[in-house]
């Protein structure tokens, strides 16, 4: 089986109805209801790796859903292994796995999204996210190897990052987190730049005409 390709960032992201944990699912379903959606693969259920990141997203579920995202799992597994799994995670841990896990046995959501890597393997997916916004469309993924879990602080701090670049129309610098300066749109022109530089950015903090931040009083939530 010949790897799908990946959906790259702006793209529209790939419509699935795929059966999971909690029935028949659909991508736009939830993106119908305004919501955002950090699809996420993992290689197998019943394994180490998996099952800590499992943990965290649930520990971390207040947190995605003050942020409006809708979590989906997938992996090439079937749903009574996922149900399983799942209710194992949930006796050992002490936690919820409210969200859905795609049982992707077909593989039709995997090669839609590139999933399987068959130099890794070709009967399992490899770790990756995919950030999908209400209007469907890919603004983001990350790809894992499968021995390395994935920090669930980062992708928090994506989706914050994300939701703030859309509402205040700004960018966010190396290490941002929701409180700190935002960076604005450099200018167009050498007359603008040259305004920058010479007192001309209020309220902005200017480090050259191309960098300069600025306070911001409404972050994402």
Known sequence: MSEGRIPRILEA??????K???GVIRLSDYTAQGKWVM???HPSDFTPVCSTE???FAKH???FDRLNVQLIGVSIDSVYSHIAWVRDIESMAGVQIKFPVIADLDQKVSQAYGLVHEVASDTATVRAVFAID???TVRALMYYPMQLGRNVDELLRLFKGLQTVDASGVSL????VPGQQVIVPAPATLADAAKRTNGGGAGLDVSTWY???KDLAVAAR
Request: no cysteine; hydrophobic share 45%.
């Open 39 to 41: 699809l996420f693969s």
């Open 61 to 63: 579920a207040a947190e």
């Open 134 to 136: 209400p209007k469907g």
């Open 54 to 56: 499992f943990i965290e």
């Open 13 to 18: 992201a790939p419509d699935f109805e795929a």
């Open 20 to 22: 999971s944990t909690h």
């Open 211 to 213: 960098l300069s931040t």
């Open 173 to 176: 610098p190396a290490n941002w």
